[in-house]
C-alpha cells in the first residue's frame, strides 16, 4: 500500500514537472513568435514613413536639378514599386531599389551649391538617412528575433515542443553588402 | 558569419561570470548576517530576523532615489531637437532601440566639454541616455554609435537595476559590520550569548564582520567592470560595428579633460568612462575596466 502510494507520488511529480516544463516553453515560443511579428511591423512602419518622405523630397529637388531627369524618375520609381509591394521580399528588394537611387540623388545633389545650402532639402536629406538606418536596424532586429525563435525550435527540448506545435523554423530577411555600409553622403 | 559568433561568446562568458560574482555577494551577504547572528546570541538563525528587513530597507531606498539623482547630479537637460547635433544623438538613440527591439528612451544631454555618455532608469521602458555636448561635438556618427549601443545594452541587460541593487548590498554589509564594530568597541557585545562557544570561531566570525565590507567593495567593483565589459560586447553585436566604439574609446583615452568633472562620484559607474580616474590604470579598485584592455577586446571581436 504504501508503495503503491509512493510510486504514485513520483509520477504526479513527473507529470507535474512535464507540464511545466511544457508550459514555459509553450509561452517562450509564442512569445518569441509574436516578437517577430512584431519586429516585422516595425520594418513596415518605417518603410511607409520613407515613401511618405519621397514626395517632399521630390518638390524641393525639383527646381534645382531639371537636368537630372534620370536620376529623379528612378527615385519615383523605386517609391511606387515600394507603394505596391505584397510580400516582406518584395518590399525589401523595392527597398534596397530606393536605397541605390537615393544614394545616386543625393550624390548628385552635391554638384548643387544652391540645393545643399537649401534647409528643407539639408532636412529631408537628415531624415531620410536616419530612415534608412532605421530600417536597417529594424532588419536586423527581425533577423536576430528570426534567429532566436529558430535557436529554440531547433535545439532540445524545444524542438521536441516545437514539432508538437507544429512551429517550423522561419526565413530572415538576406541584408544586401551595400545596405550595411556607413552612408557615403557627406554632411 | 564567425564575426558574430565571436560576439555572442563575449555575451555569454560575461553573463556566467557576472553569475558567479553576484552568487559570491549572496554568500557574503548571508554570511555576514549568520557571523552577526553567532557573535550576538550565538544563534546564526536569528540575526535574519532584522539583518534581512535592514537589507531590504536599504536597497529599497538606494532603488527609489536612482534615476532623479542621477540626472540632477549631471545637471542634465532634455535633448533640444531643434540643435542638429543634439537632433543627431536622438537619431542615434532612436536607431539603436530598435535594434535592441527596446522601447524609445528619453535622451538627454549634460553641458560639459568630456566625452562621456550614461544611461539610467529603473526598468527598460522607462529608461533614459544622456551624452556629454563634448561627446556630441568629438565623436563622428559611428563613434558616437558605438557609445549609444553600449548605453543602450546597459538598459537592455537590467545593469542599472544590478548596479543599484549591488551598491544597496554593500551598504547594508557595511552597516552591519559597523553596529559589530561600534558595539564590540562599547563592550555591548556577547551580552546575550551563551558561554559555550567556540573562542577561536568567534574569532574569525568577528574578524569576517569586521572584513565583509571590503570584500563586499570589490565583489561590487568586479560586478561593476564585467558589466562593462558585457555592455561592449553587446554594443557590438547591436550595432554589429565594434569598431565605432573601440575608436570612441580611444578619443575618450586620448581627450584632456578640462575643468573639473560635473556630478557625484556615487554615479560614476554609470557612465562609459570613469570621469573621475585615469583611464590606464588596473586596479582591483576600479569601476570600470581599463580603456587600453577594452578596446583590445573590441578589437579583437
Given at each position: ?5 509512493l510510486?504514485g507520488?513520483?509520477v504526479?511529480v513527473?507529470?507535474?514537472?512535464f507540464l511545466l516544463?511544457f508550459?514555459?516553453y509553450?509561452?517562450?515560443i509564442?512569445?518569441?513568435e509574436?516578437?517577430?511579428d ?12 520613407r515613401a511618405?518622405l519621397?514626395?517632399?523630397l521630390?518638390e524641393t529637388?525639383k527646381?534645382y536639378?531639371?537636368h537630372?531627369r ?16 505584397k510580400?516582406p ?5 523595392a527597398?534596397?531599389m530606393l ?8 550624390a548628385?545633389?552635391?554638384?548643387y551649391?544652391?540645393l545643399k ?8 536629406q537628415?531624415?531620410l538617412t536616419?530612415?534608412?538606418d532605421?530600417?536597417?536596424y529594424?532588419?536586423q ?9 529558430n535557436?529554440?525550435?531547433e535545439?532540445?527540448?524545444g524542438?521536441?515542443?516545437?514539432r ?7 526565413d530572415?530577411?538576406q541584408?544586401?553588402?551595400?545596405a550595411r ?5 557627406k554632411? | 558569419?564567425?564575426k558574430q559568433?565571436?560576439i555572442e561568446d ?6 556566467r561570470?557576472?553569475?558567479?560574482i553576484?552568487?559570491l555577494?549572496?554568500l ?14 550565538g544563534?546564526?538563525?536569528i ?8 537589507a531590504?530597507a ?6 527609489s532615489?536612482?534615476v532623479?539623482?542621477?540626472?540632477s547630479a549631471?545637471?542634465?537637460r ?5 540643435n542638429?547635433e ?7 538613440v532612436?536607431?539603436?532601440s ?5 522601447p524609445?528612451?528619453k535622451v538627454?544631454v ?7 555618455a ?6 527598460p ?5 544622456c ?8 565623436l563622428k556618427t559611428d563613434?558616437l554609435?558605438g557609445?549609444i549601443a553600449?548605453?543602450?545594452s546597459?538598459?537592455k541587460n537590467?545593469d542599472?537595476l544590478?548596479?543599484t541593487v549591488t551598491?544597496?548590498v554593500?551598504g547594508?554589509?557595511?552597516l552591519i559590520?559597523?553596529?559589530?564594530f ?8 556577547g551580552?546575550?550569548?551563551k558561554?559555550?562557544?567556540?573562542a ?7 574578524l ?9 567593495r570589490?565583489?561590487?567593483l568586479a560586478i561593476s ?20 566604439l573601440?575608436?570612441?574609446l580611444e578619443k575618450i583615452?586620448n581627450?584632456?579633460?578640462?575643468g ?6 556615487t554615479v ?11 583611464q590606464?590604470v588596473?586596479s582591483?579598485w576600479?569601476t570600470h575596466p581599463?580603456i587600453?584592455i577594452r578596446?583590445?577586446?573590441l578589437r579583437?571581436?
Open positions: 500500500m504504501d508503495m503503491l502510494i510510486i507520488a513520483i504526479v513527473i507529470v507535474v514537472a516544463i508550459w514555459g509553450y509561452n517562450r509564442i512569445r518569441l509574436n516578437r517577430i512584431n519586429s516585422w511591423a516595425q520594418i513596415d512602419v518605417q518603410l511607409k514613413r511618405d519621397i514626395p517632399n521630390m529637388v527646381g536639378m531639371q537630372e534620370e536620376v529623379l524618375e528612378n527615385v519615383t520609381r523605386a517609391r511606387s514599386a515600394l507603394m505596391n509591394a510580400t521580399q518584395e518590399n525589401i528588394e527597398d534596397n536605397t541605390g537611387a537615393l544614394k545616386s540623388l543625393f548628385v545633389a552635391e554638384g551649391p544652391d545650402a537649401n534647409q528643407n532639402f539639408l532636412q529631408l537628415d531624415e536616419h530612415t534608412e532605421k530600417i536597417s529594424a532588419r532586429h527581425f533577423n536576430d528575433s528570426v534567429l532566436g525563435f535557436n529554440i525550435i535545439t532540445f527540448p524542438y521536441w515542443f516545437a508538437r506545435m507544429n512551429k517550423k523554423t522561419k530572415m530577411l541584408i544586401p553588402e551595400a555600409e556607413v552612408p557615403k553622403v554632411f | 558569419m564567425p559568433l565571436l563575449h555575451i555569454k562568458r560575461n553573463k561570470l557576472t553569475l558567479v553576484c552568487a555577494m549572496a557574503l551577504f548571508i554570511g555576514v548576517i549568520f557571523a552577526f547572528g553567532y557573535i550576538y546570541f544563534n546564526i538563525y540575526a535574519l530576523l532584522f539583518g534581512l528587513p535592514i531590504l536599504y536597497v529599497a531606498v538606494t532603488y532615489f536612482s532623479n539623482t542621477v540626472l549631471a545637471k542634465a532634455p535633448a533640444n531637437p531643434s542638429r543634439e537632433k543627431l544623438l536622438i537619431y542615434k532612436e536607431e539603436m530598435i535594434a535592441a527591439g527596446l524609445m528612451p538627454y549634460q553641458d560639459s566639454d568630456n566625452i562621456n550614461f544611461a539610467t532608469g529603473k526598468k521602458e522607462k529608461a533614459v541616455i551624452a556629454t555636448t563634448g561627446a556630441l561635438r568629438k563613434e554609435e557609445v553600449h548605453e543602450m546597459h538598459i537590467h542599472i544590478i548596479a551598491i544597496g554593500v547594508a554589509i557595511a559590520s559597523e553596529i559589530l561600534y558595539s564590540l568597541f562599547w563592550g555591548g557585545a551580552r546575550g550569548r558561554s559555550e562557544g567556540n577561536i570561531l568567534l574569532v574569525i566570525a568577528i569576517f564582520v569586521i572584513l565583509a565590507p571590503i570584500f563586499s570589490l565583489t561590487y567592470r564585467k558589466r562593462e565589459y558585457l555592455a561592449d560586447s553587446n554594443g557590438a553585436y547591436l550595432s554589429r560595428n565594434p569598431e565605432g573601440a575608436k570612441a583615452k581627450d584632456i579633460p578640462k573639473k568633472p560635473k556630478g557625484s562620484k560614476a559607474p554609470l557612465y562609459i568612462a570613469n570621469p573621475f580616474k585615469s590606464s588596473n582591483i576600479s581599463p587600453d578596446i583590445q577586446r579583437s571581436m
